[in-house]
C-alpha cells in the first residue's frame, strides 16, 4: 500500500511514522509530505531514509492512504485533492471533524461509523478520544447521562514548538527571569491556564466545545449533557481528565470495575478505587489508563474516574492507524 503522511515532520506525523512501523503496518511506499520549509529534510522508516516533498497536487498521485496531520488549513486544501486522486484520507485536524457525512472515529468505540466513508475519515481530538474510550464501556452497562471533565492537557497537544516555549520558560524561572510566552496567552512553565483555544462570547473554549460536541457525535448521543473546563498544564506529554459521569441507572463499582477490565484500550489500574496513573506511565505507550474509580458521595447514580493517556499516541498518531487497520479489516480501503 501506498501511504503518505502530511505533517511528516511534526510531532503526530513522525509519530504516525513510527506507529506504522511497529504495527507492521502494510506499507510498500511512505510518501512523508510537510509544508515548503521542510522539503528535502529526511525521516527515517524501517530504518531507511525518505525525503520530505513539500506537499503538492501531484504528491497524492497512486497514494491509497493518506495520514494527515498538518492543521485545518491544509487539511481543508489537501484532503479534497486527495481523494480526488483515489486515496483514503484519515485527518487528524478539526477541519472536518462535526460535518454530518464525514465519520468521527474511535476504533474501540464507533468502528461501524467508517461503513459508507466518502473518502475523508476524521481522528477526535485528543482529549476526547480517551475520555470516550473510558466512558463506552461503562454508558454500555449504565447508560451516560452526563458528563463533567476537567482537562490537564500536556503542552505537546499544542506541536513541536510549545515543547520549546515549556522548557524555555522553565530555566527563565529557575534562573530567576520572566518566563516569555508566544503560544499562550500567560506563561506556562510552573503554571496552569484555564485557556485552551478561543474563549467565546459564552466564556466557552474551541477545546472545551471540542469535548462536548465531538463525544457525541462518536458515542451517538445527541442528548448527552457534556460540560467541560480544558485546562493546559506544564507537562511535556500525556493527558490527564478527572471525569464525572452520571448514569440513567444507579452504578455498582463491582460493575463497573468489570465493564472498564474488559474494555478495549482501557488499562484499569490494579486497585481502581485507590491507584492512578500519571503522565510521565502512560507518556510513550497506547492504553487509556483509568483509575480513581469511585462513587461521587453526593450522587449515588454518578462516578468519578482519573484518566490518563499518551495524546501524541492514543490520542492522535495511534487512533489514526487503528482506522486505517479498521478500514482495511472491514474492507474499506
Ligand atoms: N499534538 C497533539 O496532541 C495532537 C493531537 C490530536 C491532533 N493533533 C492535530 O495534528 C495536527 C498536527 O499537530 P502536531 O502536534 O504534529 O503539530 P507540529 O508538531 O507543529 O507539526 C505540524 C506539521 O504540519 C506541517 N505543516 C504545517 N503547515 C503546513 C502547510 N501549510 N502545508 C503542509 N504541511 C504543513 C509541518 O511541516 P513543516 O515542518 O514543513 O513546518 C509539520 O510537519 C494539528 O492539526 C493538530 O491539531 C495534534
Not at 9 to 15: Q, R, W
Not at 134 to 140: F, V
Not at 201 to 229: F, Q
Request: proline share 7%; hydrophobic share 45%; glycine share 8%.
Amino acid at each position: 500500500m501506498r501511504v503518505a503522511v502530511l505533517g511528516a515532520t511534526g510531532l503526530v506525523g513522525s509519530e504516525m511514522i513510527k506507529v506504522l512501523e511497529e504495527r507492521a503496518f502494510p506499507v510498500d511506499e511512505l510518501v512523508p509530505l510537510a509544508s515548503e520549509r521542510s522539503a528535502g529534510k529526511e525521516v527515517f522508516f524501517k530504518g531507511k531514509p525518505y525525503e520530505v516533498r513539500a506537499v503538492e497536487e501531484g504528491a497524492f498521485e497512486g497514494v491509497d492512504l493518506a495520514l494527515f496531520s498538518a492543521g485545518s488549513g491544509p487539511s481543508r486544501k489537501w484532503a479534497p485533492v486527495a481523494v480526488s486522486k483515489g486515496a483514503v484520507v484519515v485527518d487528524n485536524s478539526s477541519a472536518w471533524r462535526m460535518e454530518e457525512d464525514i465519520p468521527l472515529v474511535v476504533p474501540e468505540v464507533n468502528p461501524h461509523a467508517l461503513e459508507g466513508h466518502k473518502g475523508i475519515i476524521a481522528n477526535p481530538n485528543c482529549a476526547t478520544i480517551q475520555a470516550v474510550v473510558a466512558l463506552k464501556p461503562l454508558h454500555d452497562f449504565f447508560g451516560l447521562e452526563k458528563v463533567q471533565v476537567v482537562t490537564f492537557q500536556s503542552v505537546s497537544g499544542t506541536g513541536l514548538e510549545a515543547l520549546d516555549e515549556l522548557k524555555e520558560g522553565s530555566l527563565a524561572v529557575l534562573e530567576g527571569s520572566s518566563p516569555k510566552n508566544f503560544l499562550y496567552p500567560k506563561p506556562i512553565a510552573f503554571n496552569v491556564l484555564p485557556h485552551i483555544g478561543k474563549i467565546d462570547e459564552r466564556g466557552i473554549s474551541e477545546e472545551e466545545y471540542k469535548m462536548m460536541n465531538e463525544s457525541k457525535k462518536i458515542m451517538e448521543l445527541p442528548e448527552l449533557v457534556v460540560s467541560c473546563t480544558a485546562v493546559r498544564v506544564p507537562v511535556f506529554r500525556g493527558h490527564s481528565e478527572a471525569i464525572v459521569a452520571t448514569f440513567k441507572e444507579e452504578p455498582s463499582l463491582q460493575d463497573a470495575f468489570k465493564a472498564l477490565s474488559e474494555a478495549p484500550g482501557v488499562s484499569l489500574m490494579d486497585d481502581p478505587g485507590c491507584s492512578y496513573s500519571v503522565p510521565s506511565e502512560a507518556a510513550g505507550t497506547d492504553p487509556v489508563f483509568v483509575g480513581r474509580v469511585r462513587k461521587e458521595p453526593l450522587c449515588e447514580r454518578s462516578l468519578s474516574l482519573w484518566v490518563v493517556a499518551d495524546n501524541i499516541r492514543k490520542g492522535a498518531a495511534l487512533n489514526a492507524v487503528q482506522i486505517a487497520e479498521e478500514l482495511i479489516r472491514k474492507g474499506l480501503i
